[in-house]
C-alpha cells in the first residue's frame, strides 16, 4: 500500500513495485492532488507498467550514447551521420529527461534549426536520428522511455537536379589531371558513389573477363555487385594497370593519387578548377551518378538492370535520380504523334471537320 507525507509544505507519495519503494514528490501543497497522483501510480503499477518516477531519472544524454554504442555494435556505415546529430542535437537537449522531451520542445528544436537557415533535409536526418534513440530506449528491458512522442517532419525536395550532358562530361575530362580521367570516366560510365570507386583495388578486376565486381560489405548497402566493361572502360582500366606496371609498385588501389603512392582522398580544389576552365558551371562529383543513371534509362536499360548496376536498393530513392529532362519531354511527344499516325483519319480532322449527331451542338 502507499502513503502520503509532507516535507515542508509540499506532499510526497510513497509506493512499492516488486518490494523496490518509490518516493515521489507531487509539487503541490494540496493532499489530494497527491492522492490522485498516487492512485494513477498504483494503477499502472497494477498493470505491470513502471513507476513514472523511473523514466524522469533518464536523460537525453543516456538515450544519445545508447543509440550510438547500437551504432558502433552493428558497425553501420552511417555511424559519421549519426555523430554529427547527435552533437546538434545534443546543444538544445542536452541534461533533458524523458518525459520532458516532448512534441512542443521537438518543435521549438525545429524552429531554432529553421532560424539557422538549415536544410530541412538535415534537420529530417537529426529528428529521425532523435526518434532512433526513443524508440531503443523504449525497447530495452526494463524500458527507459515509456512512450515517444509524435515527432513532426519537414517536407523535404529532394528531387537531383545536376547532371551532365556528354559534350559537357568531355569539355570537363579534358581539363582535369591525368590521373583522375579514368575516375571520371568509369563514373560517368558506370554510375557508382565517389566512395566505392576510390576504393576499388585490383582484387575487384578481372582483366581477362573484363568484369569489376564489388564483394558485399564494399558498398553502401552491402550488397554485392558486378558490371561488365565496355571497350571505353577496357581500355581505362588496361591504361590504369599499365600505369601500376611502369610506377613498378604494388598499390592496390585501381585509380590512385597523383602521386601514385595512395588512394585518392580530395580532389575538390582540380576539379572545380576544370569545371570553370571548361565553362560549364560549378558541378558536383555526384552528378555523374545521376548522368549513369539517366543515361542507362535514355539507351533502353531496363530499370532494375540499372538499379542494379548503379547500386540503388530501393526505388524511391532510384526514382529522385532518374531525372526528366526536355529532350526526354521533346522525344516523347515525338513517340506518341508517330503512334498516332497509324490511326490515319481518326485525328487527322478538326472538330469541325466530324459529323454531329441531330440535336447535339458542336
Request: charged share 30%; proline share 4%; net charge positive.
Amino acid at each position: 500500500m502507499g502513503s502520503l507525507y509532507k516535507r515542508g509544505k509540499v506532499w510526497w507519495i510513497k509506493y512499492y513495485r516488486n518490494g523496490h519503494p518509490y518516493r515521489e514528490s507531487s509539487n503541490s501543497t494540496k493532499k489530494m492532488v497527491a492522492k490522485k497522483l498516487l492512485d494513477r501510480r498504483e494503477g499502472n503499477i497494477a498493470k505491470g507498467k513502471l513507476p513514472g518516477v523511473h523514466f524522469e531519472k533518464v536523460t537525453f544524454d543516456q538515450l544519445a550514447e545508447d543509440l550510438l554504442r547500437d551504432y558502433r555494435i552493428n558497425q553501420k556505415k552511417s555511424i559519421k551521420r549519426a555523430e554529427r546529430s547527435v552533437d546538434v542535437l545534443t546543444t538544445f537537449f542536452e541534461g533533458y529527461r524523458v518525459p520532458e522531451i516532448t512534441t512542443p520542445k521537438i518543435r521549438e528544436y525545429i524552429e531554432e534549426r529553421m532560424q539557422d537557415d538549415v536544410v530541412n533535409a538535415t534537420i529530417n536526418r537529426e529528428l529521425a536520428a532523435l526518434k532512433r534513440m526513443l524508440n531503443i530506449g523504449r525497447n530495452q528491458s526494463p524500458p527507459l522511455v515509456d512512450r515517444v512522442p509524435y515527432i513532426p517532419m519537414l517536407k523535404e525536395n529532394n528531387v537531383r537536379k545536376g547532371f551532365f550532358e556528354h559534350t559537357e562530361f568531355v569539355a570537363l575530362r579534358d581539363e582535369l589531371p591525368e590521373y583522375l580521367k579514368g575516375l571520371v570516366t568509369f563514373a560517368y560510365k558506370v554510375g557508382w558513389r565517389y566512395s566505392e570507386i576510390t576504393n576499388l583495388t585490383w582484387n575487384n578486376v578481372d582483366l581477362n573477363q573484363g568484369i569489376v565486381r564489388l564483394e558485399a560489405g564494399e558498398t553502401k548497402n552491402d550488397e554485392a555487385r558486378t558490371i561488365f566493361l565496355d571497350d571505353e572502360l577496357k581500355e581505362c582500366i588496361d591504361l590504369q594497370w599499365q600505369l601500376r606496371k611502369s610506377q613498378n609498385t604494388i598499390l592496390p588501389y585501381v585509380f590512385p593519387n597523383a602521386r601514385c603512392n595512395g588512394k585518392i582522398k580530395d580532389f575538390r580544389t582540380a576539379w572545380f578548377t576544370a569545371c570553370k576552365k571548361a565553362g560549364i558551371g560549378r558541378r558536383l562529383f555526384h552528378d555523374l551518378r545521376r548522368t549513369a543513371i539517366r543515361n542507362m534509362i535514355r539507351s533502353g536499360t531496363p530499370e532494375r538492370v540499372a538499379m542494379m548496376i548503379s547500386g540503388h536498393k530501393t526505388r524511391a530513392v532510384f526514382d529522385r535520380y532518374n531525372i526528366v529532362s526536355d529532350e526526354d519531354l521533346i522525344a516523347a511527344a515525338r513517340r506518341q504523334e508517330k503512334y498516332l499516325q497509324k490511326f490515319t483519319g481518326t485525328i487527322s480532322g478538326t472538330i469541325a471537320d466530324f459529323p454531329q449527331k441531330k440535336g447535339v451542338s458542336r
